[in-house]
């Protein structure tokens, strides 16, 4: 898989080079089940087409963008993380586009424009509520009229779980919540951080984000093991304390399986 860094000053050069493809679009922090109904469709189209599969995703954030920076958004992973999921997915390009005040002013039709019809999208599918260009006055119903009719289309019907959509806004709010328990059924997984252990305290990577305050059932592991221990996140949303003596230095993974106490119920600081 090619990771391409999209931005102005190489649109130009990165359209002499596509080649016709099947591109599904959005955000995917998180790559949930929602997210992985409309690249598992991609990918299907891209195979009766017989064309690669791309994936066109946007960072930052839009909602920080076009919110000046007043919304701090808890990304869910990092954008080598999401590309590694990408990559056994079978997506062949992932571009990531630079989302930025003069990319969030493009009408609808400028950006199918430039960054789909420049880039030999012939099949765009993304989920039916996906929106593009200025204000989101774009969508999936008027795609293959902003393209000119070169680009056929479609649309993934919601994915639920209960009645609710399952969303990238939903797992935050239940993360943030301690609710790790329940992520499973969104995620297909639990959810994981990844961080440095330097004997003292743990490091978290950037673009993860930390569940709410409280103590969890966790697992640890590296390379050479995992040990199964409980983790507190104290009121500052970003220290953990361990309970038990960690037998591992370095890089760890943290894989939340469950709320034992809530932060309510802790005399936590």
């Known amino acids: 898989m090619e990771t391409i860094r999209l931005n102005r000053s190489n649109l130009a050069e990165w359209k002499k080079k596509a080649r016709p493809n099947v591109m599904a679009l959005g955000c995917f922090d998180g790559l949930h089940h929602g997210h992985c109904a409309v690249i598992i469709t991609a990918f299907q189209k891209a195979n009766e087409?017989?064309?690669?599969?791309?994936?066109?995703?946007?960072?930052?954030?839009?909602k920080t963008v076009i919110s000046n920076g007043k919304i701090h958004v808890h990304y869910l992973m990092p954008l080598a993380e999401k590309e590694a999921k990408l990559r056994k997915m079978g997506v062949d390009t992932f571009y990531i586009v630079e989302f930025d005040k003069d990319f969030a002013g493009l009408a609808p039709e400028q950006f199918v424009a430039q960054y789909l019809n420049g880039l030999g999208v012939v099949h765009a599918v993304a989920g039916f509520d996906f929106s593009y260009g200025a204000r989101g006055a774009g969508n999936m119903d008027r795609l293959t009229s902003d393209s000119g009719g070169r680009i056929d289309v479609t649309k993934v019907a919601k994915v639920e779980l209960r009645g609710e959509k399952i969303s990238s806004s939903?797992?935050?709010?239940?993360?943030?919540?301690?609710?790790?328990?329940?992520?499973?059924?969104?995620?297909?997984?639990?959810y994981e951080t990844r961080c440095e252990w330097n004997g003292e305290r743990f490091i978290l990577y950037p673009y993860y984000t930390l569940p709410g305050p409280g103590r969890y059932r966790v697992i640890l592991k590296n390379l050479s093991g995992s040990v199964q221990t409980e983790l507190t996140v104290l009121n500052d949303g970003t220290t953990l304390k361990c309970k038990d003596e960690i037998p591992f230095i370095g890089k760890l993974s943290i894989v939340w399986k469950k709320q034992i106490v809530e932060a309510r119920k802790l005399q936590i600081s």
């Open 49 to 62: 087409k017989q064309v690669p599969l791309a994936v066109m995703s946007f960072f930052p954030h839009p």
């Open 170 to 190: 939903c797992i935050r709010e239940r993360l943030l919540n301690g609710k790790v328990e329940e992520l499973p059924n969104l995620l297909g997984q639990f």
